[in-house]
């Protein structure tokens, strides 16, 4: 049963949102982590992709998309509509929407900014996960 993580953000914006998750994403990579970042649809995992090669000059994450020519040996993989073949350590989940295969995972990480939409679609998940009986810790770094 994964434990699940929401991280809940000061900042405003899908932008910050999607920096903030490549932060995270070079420090899981830093501790040697396995993740399967889950997005919403193809637009938004090539965005995500450009994004984790551009969003800081000084680190390196490692990753490609799901079926392309490295992903087999990436640490990072970024997909939308399939379920991963072999079960990681950590789920990013960058869609609003709760993947089925999320069970799959030690670890299930959703990261909340302060956009009223998707702190409402964020609730809906949290709700979802508590019904169900997993373990939930909240890491509230607006405060910090």
């Known amino acids: 049963m994964p434990k699940i993580d929401f991280y809940l953000i000061i900042e405003q914006t899908e932008n910050e949102r999607l920096r903030f998750a490549c932060r995270l994403l070079d420090k899981a990579y830093q501790q040697n982590h396995q993740v399967y970042v889950h997005v919403a649809n193809e637009s938004d995992a090539n965005t995500f992709n450009n994004l984790l090669w551009t969003f800081r000059d000084i680190s390196f994450v490692p990753h490609d998309l799901v079926g392309g020519k490295n992903s087999e040996n990436t640490p990072i993989l970024i997909g ?21 295969f999320f069970t799959k995972f030690e670890r299930v990480v959703e990261i909340v900014s302060q956009d009223k939409e998707l702190q409402k679609k964020a609730r809906e998940n949290y709700s979802y996960y508590k019904e169900q009986g997993f373990k939930i810790e909240t890491h509230d770094l607006r405060r910090k």
């Open 80 to 100: 939308f509509d399939n379920k991963p073949e072999n079960t990681n350590d950590i789920l990013l989940n960058l869609d609003h929407q709760i993947p089925d």
